[in-house]
């Protein structure tokens, strides 16, 4: 195939028009446009290869490392070796949304099919696969809470410090975690109990097997999105780009590595499942994904109108039986990978957990600390019960989008889906914590829904922000005001590069030839494509 080039400007084609122009085939009735970028999919490769080169000094590295630690390579740990590292960590980020930015350009002028975009996406994250923790250290954590249930320690009760005599993965979980339980489902604990089973104390074999291990959430996602785009309306070339080839995605999800990939995953199969009229599948499967953070659960109503809607009786009658039949499923499930973790139901309690951070992302959060400083001014008071106030606000509210949303969505099919994607992106703001990697819950179902070409630039703007709020040894960057003015300013020139290919009007570049990426045109209109494997 040929090699793929950034486009020439071109003035003529009008942004979300929805024309013949905008689909060409050749004579022979396939795509027009199905060309590799080789030179993007390198780009982002060498981003990728620098940050695997870099991690081990710059990213979660561990307290004693085996590898490295006092040898000649010793330097790159600490002081000017490690800023030099953490520089060049950064510049391989940069390339990363360069080249997705590129691949974004590709796709949006139709000159790259799916297969291309996710061939990009899987050659930048490969490096990443055998890479140190890259902008978090939660995967320690992770590995700390698979080994205490082994240990005979109830996770749910005592956090990884515990571990006394296995320094090797206690000392390496973040101090805000070491004495925290497990606010994870059992389906999580029994994934980590597998990986720790198999790589013991052995922190570096460990962190990459969980990688791995996690990854399985990413092959259930890239199934999972051609048959969602069908049902929602979307193009799948621009659902890969956004929810698997995002540096959401690339760098947070799989080189973090967090367990949100395996939750989304299987969210994102099972609600396929229960459109397909595989109901029972699609129940477990959501379920699942609540066994491993509880957020998913949310879904599941809205899950049980798609499936009363496939019925063929009275609308109460619909409802009642798909109810009915989803709890008993629900609670099967539910029990059944309970008992073969051989925990309990201490996951309940321990939910409270991610609530001792506080930080200006969650939207009640940031309500409650800033007019807490409006009141510092005058009065030296403690900024809790403005905390508690907003964030019980938050919780009202959240109530109330989701009770109207749920019922909005009784006529069941896409729209119940579309609602549901969007009481997700709400459970993660208004949450009383919210961490980057939260937002993509909703957002890899969004994804296979009708996008306009307006819309797109600041999805980019917002997914290279929520990457850079934190650094890449996993340190929360949020309260470090002039890091994230650079942060915002590098958003925004990632987000305008998208549609300008000179957005700082150096060379005097106009913007490039854009498509409309809403639903495809009707068979009659132009020929099949853009699927996987076609």
Same mark, same amino acid.
């Given at each position: 195939m040929a090699t793929t080039t950034d486009p020439a400007p071109n003035l003529d084609k009008t942004l979300g028009a929805d024309s013949a122009e905008n689909d060409q085939t050749t004579e022979s009735g396939k795509p027009a446009t199905t060309g590799m970028p080789v030179r993007t999919i390198v780009l982002g490769t060498v981003g990728t290869l620098l940050m695997l080169l870099t991690a081990v000094g710059a990213a979660g590295i561990l307290v004693r490392d085996p590898i490295l630690g006092n040898g000649p390579l010793s330097w790159i740990r600490y002081?000017?070796?490690?800023?030099?590292?953490?520089?060049?960590?950064? %510049?391989?980020?940069? &390339?990363?949304?360069?080249?997705?930015?590129?691949?974004?350009?590709? =796709?949006?002028?139709?000159?790259? +099919?799916?297969?291309?975009?996710?061939t990009a996406a899987l050659c930048w994250m490969a490096p990443l696969a055998i890479s140190?923790?890259?902008?978090?250290?939660?995967?320690?954590?992770?590995?700390?809470?698979?080994?205490?249930?082994?240990?005979?320690?109830? $996770?749910?009760?005592?956090?990884?410090?515990?571990?006394? #005599?296995?320094?090797? !993965?206690?000392? +390496?979980?973040?101090?805000?975690?070491? @004495?925290?339980?497990? $606010?994870?489902?059992?389906?999580?604990?029994?994934? *980590?109990?597998?990986?720790?089973? %198999? @790589?013991?104390?052995?922190?570096?074999?460990?962190? %990459?097997?969980?990688?791995? *291990?996690?990854?399985?959430?990413?092959?259930l996602l890239i199934w999972a999105l051609p048959g969602l785009v069908k049902h929602l309306g979307g193009k799948l070339p621009v659902a890969l780009w956004l929810a698997v080839a995002s540096p959401m995605t690339v760098v947070h999800l799989f080189g973090g590595p967090h367990n949100d990939i395996l939750m989304v995953g299987l969210l994102a199969a099972g609600t396929l499942c229960v459109l397909n009229r595989k109901h029972v599948l699609g129940i477990v499967l959501v379920t699942l994904a609540m066994a491993v953070k509880a957020s998913a659960a949310v879904a599941l109503p809205f899950l049980v109108w798609v499936w009363a809607k496939h019925l063929s009786s009275t609308f109460w009658r619909n409802f009642v039986r798909a109810a009915s039949l989803s709890i008993g499923i629900f609670a099967a499930t539910f029990t059944a990978v309970t008992l073969a973790a051989g925990v309990n139901l201490g996951w309940l309690p321990a939910?409270?957990?991610?609530?001792? !951070?506080? +930080?200006?992302?969650?939207?009640?959060?940031?309500?409650?600390?800033?007019?807490?400083?409006?009141?510092?001014?005058?009065? #030296?008071?403690?900024?809790?019960?403005?905390?508690?106030?907003?964030r019980g606000l938050g919780a009202i509210l959240l109530v109330w989008i989701f009770v109207k949303q749920w019922w909005a969505a009784r006529e069941g099919g896409a729209d119940a889906v579309r609602r549901m994607a969007l009481v997700l992106l709400a459970v993660a703001l208004l949450s009383p914590a919210t961490l980057p990697w939260y937002l993509t819950w909703g957002f890899v179902i969004a994804a296979a829904l009708p996008w306009s070409v307006n819309r797109l630039p600041l999805f980019v703007g917002v997914a290279v922000f929520l990457v850079l709020t934190y650094s890449p040894a996993g340190e929360?960057?949020?309260? #470090?005001?002039?890091?994230?003015?650079?942060?915002?300013? =590098?958003?925004? &020139?990632?987000?305008?590069?998208?549609? !300008?290919?000179?957005?700082? #009007?150096?060379?005097?570049?106009?913007k490039p030839a854009l498509v409309d990426v809403g639903p495809a045109p009707a068979p009659a209109q132009a020929p099949k494509r853009d699927l996987v494997g076609d």
């Open positions: 002081g000017h070796g490690k800023m030099l590292a953490t520089a060049i960590l950064y %510049i391989g980020f940069a &390339l990363v949304v360069w080249a997705w930015v590129r691949l974004g350009r590709h =796709v949006l002028a139709g000159r790259v +099919n799916a297969r291309a975009v996710l140190p923790p890259v902008f978090t250290r939660d995967v320690f954590s992770y590995l700390g809470q698979g080994m205490l249930p082994l240990q005979d320690i109830d $996770p749910y009760v005592f956090g990884p410090a515990k571990l006394e #005599n296995m320094p090797e !993965i206690s000392q +390496n979980v973040h101090t805000f975690w070491q @004495t925290t339980p497990a $606010p994870y489902g059992p389906m999580f604990i029994l994934l *980590a109990k597998g990986v720790v089973s %198999i @790589t013991g104390s052995h922190a570096i074999f460990g962190v %990459i097997l969980m990688r791995l *291990a996690l990854a399985i959430g990413l092959g939910l409270r957990a991610p609530a001792m !951070i506080v +930080n200006w992302m969650s939207p009640p959060t940031a309500v409650g600390e800033f007019v807490h400083w409006l009141v510092a001014l005058v009065f #030296n008071v403690s900024k809790d019960p403005f905390i508690w106030a907003t929360d960057q949020l309260y #470090n005001y002039p890091f994230m003015a650079a942060a915002i300013l =590098v958003s925004i &020139l990632a987000a305008k590069s998208l549609t !300008i290919i000179d957005p700082l #009007n150096m060379f005097g570049h106009k």
